[in-house]
């Protein structure tokens, strides 16, 4: 876990070993002509391999920042890497190992998705055109749009534009994928699919940075973080890591007779936050204890049977590790889905 | 063998396979191509031009045998007499204000168009260098215009053709030249009015490249062939006449002379050309250093 004010330790998260990063910026910065900074000193770090979650509430600059990264937008300061190559002077040569979606997708609405998916591929100078039909069937197919190829563009439903603009990155293999919200407009079941392809293409060896304002619809998928807020990266790592250490706590349910004699015995073990939850769910004759477990804590078993011996009534115990969403609250001070 | 020598050859067949092919130029161009001519509104436009010898025609037969016979502008009163002055008189007719403004909204439409869809960040990314793409935009541009006065010109000599008949071509001057010579002179005439339009087209893509809003393109760029004749018609402003977009466009008339005076021709091509450089270059300036952010 790198605290963006800390020198980066990028050998510590990467994914592939020895292979430079996916993604790698150094002060990465945008003014817009409006004075407005959208994104602010961003030493972001994304190893090969990983599935790097880029999130950030609605307005926090993450598209400013994934259109510098793919050189649609000058950076008013800093430097871009992608996969060890200098943005965006290397653009020819980087882009086309590169699959993008960028705020939402974008067609001809006049063409079919199939006709739209050939126009997109004979822009790209270092495709085969022999072999174009056949690609674009794939692609089609392996984002379940193969039955409504042949429709116009401005026919699809929300859903399937994004599923075209999916398909358009998927055109060619590549080593990197850059997903701007592929979840937006989708519904349960469409999100569900996205995620099973981003975890497919990571299976297959590529390296994937896919961005959300909706912080559960991706969490689980991801094997890094990087969180943005203001047009800054608060916090990025391996996401294991960033809920593991971070306020792992112990939940006790409880009848209400008991409660003060919970709490003491919780103290005696060295738990010195152990408080009564009044907020916490649940029947008001089973109230929660919560106790914060630091790393001297006694193992959450000893807890247990500590205050069992101790006679205290144990209707449940837990062991909660924050979820990302409570990392974000606790490292910002504010709900996740705030409009800036 | 160290991890270097089969690194190698790994690494040169992941650079072939990233490597541009040969012909990707021209494929863009086709793709572009069929864009822009296969487009609904680009047709129609084409269509609507297209017309305009068809109805003059139809007019003129229909009238040929009346009081009001022989009237109007230059060239039309002609066209009874050989339909291949249907041609001639069909682009008379549009060069004012019908040519500049369908080519004002195909080329004012190249790259806000993509723009304001949302397009231009996907060829951008795929990747498409910004130099090319303006190159492929600019070629499309080029040829829509070259379609649409080719549209006039086919319909009018065909209409021309199947209405009053062709036959030796009487010359400004009063002097007849033969049916085969009197083609090519027609043919010099839609290659000019042609070329008069390269200027109007190099200002569409510029605005093209400054907006994301493609009608504010499409509008600037009719405006400023407008303002240009209107300044071309105020004496007080003779000076600058010579170098006006518009001034030399009615030149054309200069190939229907006996001996048609190629100063007077190459000076129109010549100003051209300047509107040309001085705007491809701006909007080359502008379009590959602009933020994309639509
Ligand atoms: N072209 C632009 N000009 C001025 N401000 C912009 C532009 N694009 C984005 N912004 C501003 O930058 C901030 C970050 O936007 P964005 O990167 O789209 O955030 P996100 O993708 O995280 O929702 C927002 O406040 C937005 O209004
Ligand atoms: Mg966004």
Redesign the interface.
């Known amino acids: 876990m790198t605290r963006t004010h800390e020198p980066p330790q990028p050998a510590a998260a990467e994914a592939v070993p020895g292979a430079p990063a996916a993604v790698a910026t150094r002060g990465l910065t945008k003014r817009f002509a409006t004075g407005q900074v959208a994104v602010d000193g961003l030493d972001l770090h994304v190893p090969r391999g990983a599935v790097f979650g880029f999130l950030g509430p609605n307005g926090s600059g993450k598209t400013?920042t994934i259109?510098m990264l793919?050189?649609?937008?000058?950076p008013t300061a800093g430097t871009v890497h992608l996969l060890g190559e200098p943005m965006p002077d290397a653009?020819?040569?980087v882009?086309?190992?590169?699959g993008?979606l960028?705020?939402?997708?974008?067609?001809?609405?006049?063409?079919s998705g199939r006709a739209n998916l050939?126009?997109?591929d004979?822009?790209?100078?270092?495709?085969?055109?022999r072999t174009r039909a056949r690609r674009v069937e794939e692609a089609l197919e392996r984002v379940g749009l193969r039955a409504a190829g042949d429709k116009r563009y401005r026919q699809y439903s929300l859903g399937m534009k994004q599923r075209l603009g999916l398909a358009?990155a998927l055109l060619r293999p590549r080593d990197l994928l850059v997903l701007d919200e592929p979840t937006n407009g989708l519904d349960p079941q469409g999100t569900r699919e996205v995620r099973h392809l981003v975890r497919e293409l990571a299976d297959g060896g590529a390296t994937v940075l896919v961005s959300s304002h909706l912080l559960a619809e991706i969490e689980q998928v991801c094997t890094h973080v990087g969180i943005m807020g203001r047009g800054r990266l608060l916090l990025q790592g391996p996401r294991a890591e960033l809920t593991a250490r971070r306020g792992v706590h112990a939940v006790v349910r409880t009848t209400p007779a008991h409660v003060e004699a919970g709490l003491a015995e919780l103290r005696r073990l060295g738990l010195p936050d152990a408080r009564a939850d009044a907020r916490a769910p649940g029947p008001a004759d089973e109230p929660t204890l919560v106790a914060g477990l630091p790393d001297d804590a006694p193992p959450p078993q000893e807890v247990a049977a500590a205050l069992v011996r101790a006679g205290v009534d144990l209707v449940a115990f837990d062991v909660r590790r924050p979820s990302l969403e409570e990392v974000f609250v606790e490292l910002t001070g504010e709900g996740f889905d705030v409009a800036r | 063998m160290s991890p270097a020598d089969v690194a190698a050859p790994a690494r040169a067949a992941e650079d072939a396979?990233?490597?541009?092919?040969r012909?990707?130029?021209g494929?863009?161009l086709?793709?572009e191509l069929r864009?822009v001519l296969g487009?609904?509104r680009n047709v129609v436009l084409l269509v609507g031009l297209a017309l305009v010898p068809v109805l003059l025609g139809l007019v003129l037969f229909l009238t040929r045998d009346t009081a009001l016979a022989g009237q109007g502008p230059p060239f039309v009163t002609s066209v009874t007499s050989n339909g291949l002055f249907l041609v001639v008189a069909s682009l008379f007719l549009c060069l004012p204000f019908l040519l500049p403004l369908t080519i004002g909204i195909a080329s004012g439409d190249a790259v806000a168009g993509e723009a304001a869809?949302?397009?231009l960040?996907?060829?951008?990314?795929?990747?498409?260098?910004r130099t090319r793409l303006l190159l492929v935009k600019a070629c499309a541009a080029l040829a829509f215009a070259a379609a649409a006065v080719l549209a006039i010109a086919v319909v009018g000599l065909v209409a021309g053709a199947v209405l009053f008949g062709l036959g030796d071509l009487t010359l400004l001057s009063g002097d007849t030249i033969p049916l085969s010579a009197g083609v090519l002179r027609v043919a010099g005439v839609v290659a000019y009015v042609g070329l008069s339009m390269t200027g109007l087209v190099a200002v569409g893509l510029f605005f093209s490249t400054l907006t994301e809003v493609p009608v504010g393109a499409m509008a600037a760029t009719v405006v400023v062939a407008v303002v240009s004749s209107v300044l071309g018609q105020l004496p007080q402003l003779e000076v600058i006449h010579p170098y006006l977009l518009t001034t030399h466009w009615f030149d054309f008339a200069e190939m229907l002379r006996i001996r048609p005076d190629g100063g007077v021709l190459a000076e129109g091509l010549a100003v051209q050309a300047a509107w040309v450089a001085v705007f491809g270059s701006l909007a080359w300036a502008r379009f590959t250093?602009a933020?994309?952010?639509s």
């Open positions: 400013t259109r793919l050189g649609l937008v000058r653009a020819a040569r882009l086309p190992r590169v993008a960028v705020e939402g997708p974008a067609f001809h609405p006049y063409l050939g126009r997109v004979a822009a790209d100078a270092t495709t085969d055109p358009a | 396979r990233y490597a541009p092919r012909g990707a130029l494929r863009l086709r793709s864009l487009r609904r869809a949302g397009t960040r996907y060829l951008l990314v795929v990747p498409v260098g250093t933020d994309v952010s």
